[in-house]
């Protein structure tokens, strides 16, 4: 059941007892949009999960490599230049996700 009630100074608009507005079209189509933009992040974050645990993959290929012609696991300046990229394309925030990659990369070799 519907009632007018106050939102503002001098204005009414329906709402129900609970007093939210009552849903319509544009409520539902909403709903609607947010569900798919919903699946597609979650598609989304899928493929951003299977693309980190190949990165890991191919960085344990490196640092296995590196480890056996002599040379150290971690390459210092290599990852300040992942750092530099993610910081430009990114900004600061991306700079937090380079370090998180690297430290997921660095493995336990």
């Not at 100074?9 to 949009?33: K, N, W």
């Not at 190949?54 to 971690?74: D, L, Y």
Request: proline residues 4%; neutral net charge.
């Amino acid at each position: 059941m519907a009632f007018a009630g106050t939102v503002g100074p001098g204005t009414s608009q329906a709402r129900t007892e609970t007093g939210a507005p009552p849903m319509t079209a544009t409520h539902d189509t909403a709903a609607e949009l947010i569900s798919g933009a919903r699946e597609r992040i979650d598609a989304l974050d899928d493929r951003i999960i299977g693309l980190v645990q190949e990165r890991m993959a191919v960085s344990a290929v490196v640092q296995e490599a590196r480890i056996t012609s002599g040379g150290r696991r971690v390459s210092l300046s290599r990852e300040m230049e992942i750092l530099g990229r993610y910081r430009e394309a990114l900004g600061k925030p991306g700079t937090a996700l380079a370090m998180t990659l690297l430290e997921l990369s660095r493995g336990k070799v």
